[in-house]
């Protein structure tokens, strides 16, 4: 049985060199932003990150202003007063620099989660126009993944999978 494997394999292994591999290409990027979910998503973002914005300007502003306080005040506070008042503003100041890292990684999060459904759409559509045309694969061109491609090899699917998008 091995033997015949064997054989097999090397009849037919000319026959699959000469074999035309049909390939697609498309910009992953360029076809994730096209998308109309994705500027509804990218604009649902947006908001979220205005309003973080909002909230760490607030939040700086009320440390500048107790920081300024404290500035004015030194001079005339009692020992324990000063290092209560500065200890608050280390507290304070703390605060504020653990909310910002928070806020980054709920961004991050909330970005992922509101891209997650395009990414898959956007791979099933991929695929299916992958099968449709025979395709033994479809490459991404971003970030110069692919220098060259050879147009008489490849086809480039962009349009297609933007139509198919739609």
């Keep these: 049985m091995k033997k015949f494997s064997i054989l097999l394999l090397t009849l037919l292994l000319p026959l699959l060199a000469g074999a035309q591999v049909k390939f697609g290409y498309f910009s992953y990027e360029e076809a994730f932003t096209s998308m109309p979910e994705y500027a509804i998503a990218?604009?649902?973002?947006?908001?979220?990150?205005?309003?973080?914005?909002?909230?760490?300007?607030?939040?700086?502003?009320?440390f500048n202003r107790k920081y300024e306080e404290f500035?004015?005040?030194?001079?005339?506070?009692?020992?324990?007063?000063?290092?209560?008042?500065?200890?608050?503003?280390?507290?304070?100041?703390?605060?504020?620099?653990?909310f910002k890292a928070e806020i980054a990684k709920l961004l991050k999060q909330a970005e992922k989660e509101a891209y997650a459904p395009l990414r898959e759409k956007l791979g099933n559509v991929v695929a299916k126009v992958g099968a449709e045309r025979g395709y033994a694969f479809i490459l991404n061109t971003d970030g110069d993944a692919c220098p060259y491609i050879n147009p008489e090899m490849g086809e480039d699917v962009s349009e297609v999978i933007r139509e198919a998008l739609r």
Excluded: C
């Design 71 to 98: 500035l004015e005040g030194q001079s005339d506070f009692a020992p324990t007063i000063l290092q209560k008042r500065q200890t608050e503003l280390q507290e304070l100041l703390k605060k504020n620099v653990a």
């Design 42 to 62: 990218r604009t649902n973002l947006q908001d979220l990150r205005n309003k973080y914005d909002a909230e760490t300007k607030r939040v700086e502003e009320e």
